[in-house]
């Protein structure tokens, strides 16, 4: 059974950082890449940064570049997702998904339950 396990969500200041963890399990990954993705209330669920288990090529959406980070640890399974120079406009639930597609605009593959980040002006 497939398991992706977000942590490391929470409250923080307008400028501030945070770093999300997403622990993979149930299933090899080398094949996949790993996207995270965010929901505000009312909007859309849209993709934010991508890596590729294998290679590790990295791809981000234009609003995060410069100020956010992905990457990997094939020993631990696990993806972070830095989040530095925070705005309010970044305060969304943050989820985990595993697809074969980097950026997987179909939204598909398996995803994990979500962590609030929420940052405060």
């Known amino acids: 059974q497939v398991q992706l396990v977000e942590s490391g969500g929470g409250l923080v200041q307008t400028g501030g950082s945070l770093r999300l963890s997403c622990a993979a399990s149930?299933?090899?990954?080398?094949?996949?890449?790993m996207n995270w993705f965010r929901q505000a209330p009312g909007k859309e669920r849209e993709f934010v940064a991508g890596?590729?288990?294998?290679?590790?090529?990295?791809y981000y959406a234009d609003s995060v570049k410069g100020r956010f980070t992905i990457s990997r640890d094939n020993a631990k399974n696990t993806v972070y997702l830095q989040m530095n120079s925070l705005k309010p406009e970044d305060t969304a639930v943050y989820y985990c998904?595993?697809?074969?597609?980097?950026?997987?605009?179909?939204?598909?593959?398996?995803w994990g339950q979500g962590t609030q980040v929420t940052v405060s002006s």
């Open positions: 998904n595993a697809d074969v597609y980097l950026g997987n605009p179909a939204k598909t593959g398996y």
């Open positions: 149930g299933r090899t990954f080398s094949s996949y890449a």
């Open positions: 890596i590729k288990w294998s290679g590790g090529v990295t």
